[in-house]
């Protein structure tokens, strides 16, 4: 019997009136490739087209009918072989794997059993937990990568009495990544998950879009007393979110331990997970590769790959994040939370350094960070469809430091930007919103709201507590437009502080 060698932190055992119990975590990534064409055939990968209008003969299982292979996909494997530290096999081979599925034509998928083209490899995750607390990193073995065609969709809800066939999706090409058995908890689960994410993404292999089933899980779970023997697993099929695989796997875990504990065994079998009910379900026996009766696709020659075909997707690759994110906090002086926030995703990392090119980089962080991913988040937004650009948010930066406004009253022009009424600039301009920085000026708001309140002028020596209560007083008369530093400065003087 195998025994997986790690044993996790204590932290994320699950403890019962029996003793302790260990949760071992693997999964299937399914990671559908960027290309604009399948894998075996010509036909559009687009989203969302009207159903069966993406279908050549190939994809549909017509007699007669040869698939040949997508160069460009394979490309985009090795390329995401390089992103996961892997081995690439210069020799691979496509297999049949034979199963019925009415979205399935065929009768069997294509795919890569004995002979992938991405061996082994190895990322490092840091897991989060609920509270927001960045944990020790974690080294998840990468156990294969392999192309495979997906099958079609089973259309259920549009008739009480029969099942419709969309088969846009067959034959769209799948990166199937395959992990060891290395993760113990929910939180390293969905850092896994998030890391690849991230990886595809700046490779340009994969949108990573988990909501069209672009990027998407099978999570297999089973426990074990700390540091013995496996135990059986289940696999829960096709999760798309974050969130969910973290639910899904504290479900399941429960669900094993409770059997244990009563004197029951654990059947081997793939389940679905209910996001509604937050709970998994039966789907059927779980299937051994023999059951698949694999054998070597007599369409399809082997793919023997040259070392300089090899050689020059690895002298292309792009920046991966983890050297961003070693960059931002070299290059930037970003803190070890900021640059892994920012550099977790290509798309997030690209708008930063446009915001903080020629700026401070700890302000462009913040505002990047804090203000707009905040307000993103408030509205169900995605980075793409920001109503506020790097150039513009950028410019309102620009305001805060050249004292054209207080970051206060920026918090305001960033609301209205977002809102779309204008740039900062036009904000700034239209509302009269501009810093009052003139020391005469200010001086005159002060010595009006001392002479106002001379009772608490007097008790401030004592008591310099007051201060706070002396700024407001002189922001509210100058509508929010004065420096804070002046004012601050002046009124010390004044009052003795």
């Not at 007051?466 to 700024?471: A, H, S, T, Y």
Request: proline fraction near 4%.
């Amino acid at each position: 019997m195998f025994i997986a060698p790690r044993i996790a932190d204590k932290k994320d055992w699950i403890t019962t009136d029996t003793g302790d119990w260990e949760i071992i975590i693997g999964l299937e990534v399914h990671a559908q490739v960027a290309s604009e064409s399948k894998l075996f055939s010509g036909s559009a990968t687009d989203y969302g087209s009207a159903p069966n209008t993406q279908v050549s003969l190939v994809d549909a299982g017509m007699p007669g009918m040869l698939p040949v292979v997508n160069e460009f996909c394979i490309e985009q494997a090795v390329k995401t072989g390089f992103g996961l530290n892997a081995k690439i096999n210069l020799f691979s081979r496509f297999d049949r794997k034979n199963y019925f599925y009415v979205d399935l034509p065929q009768g069997y998928q294509i795919s890569q059993f004995e002979h992938p083209i991405v061996g082994e490899g190895e990322i490092e995750i840091l897991p989060i937990d609920g509270d927001g607390n960045v944990g020790e990193p974690v080294n998840v073995g990468i156990e294969r990568l392999h192309l495979e065609q997906d099958a079609g969709k089973s259309v259920h809800d549009l008739s009480p009495d029969e099942t419709y066939v969309d088969l846009n999706r067959c034959g769209v090409a799948l990166m199937e990544i395959v992990s060891k058995p290395d993760m113990r908890s929910p939180e390293e689960a969905s850092a896994y998950v998030e890391k690849l994410r991230g990886i595809v993404r700046a490779l340009g292999t994969c949108d990573g879009d988990m909501e069209k089933g672009n990027l998407r899980a099978d999570v297999n779970v089973s426990v074990r007393r700390p540091g013995g023997e496996l135990g059986t697993r289940c696999e829960i099929k096709n999760v798309n979110s974050m969130r969910f695989i973290r639910q899904a796997i504290n479900f399941e875990a429960r669900r094993h331990i409770d059997i244990l504990e009563a004197g029951g065994e654990i059947d081997q079998e793939t389940r679905l997970f209910d996001s509604v009910k937050g709970e998994t379900r039966t789907m059927r026996s779980k299937e051994d590769a023999h059951d698949y009766r694999y054998f070597p696709d007599p369409d399809l020659l082997p793919i023997k790959l040259e070392q300089s075909f090899v050689d020059r997707i690895k002298a292309e690759l792009p920046e991966m994040p983890d050297v961003r994110k070693a960059r931002f906090m070299s290059d930037y002086g970003l803190p070890e939370y900021d640059a892994r926030i920012l550099t977790a995703d290509k798309t997030k990392a690209d708008f930063y350094e446009i915001v903080t090119k020629g700026r401070d980089s700890k302000i462009a962080s913040n505002w990047t960070m804090g203000e707009l991913f905040g307000a993103l988040n408030k509205a169900g937004l995605e980075l793409e469809d920001s109503p506020v650009s790097a150039d513009a948010l950028g410019g309102l930066i620009d305001r805060i430091l050249d004292d054209t406004i207080s970051g206060k009253i920026a918090k305001d022009v960033f609301e209205k930007m977002f809102a779309g009424e204008g740039t900062a600039d036009e904000i700034i301009e239209r509302d009269g919103l501009k810093q009052v920085t003139d020391m005469g000026a200010i001086e005159a708001m002060v010595d009006k709201v001392i002479a106002d309140n001379s009772g608490q002028a007097a008790a401030a020596k004592e008591n310099p507590k007051l201060l706070g209560f002396f700024v407001g007083q002189v922001m509210k008369a100058s509508q929010g437009k004065a420096n804070p530093q002046a004012v601050n400065k002046i009124l010390r003087e004044k009052l003795g502080l």
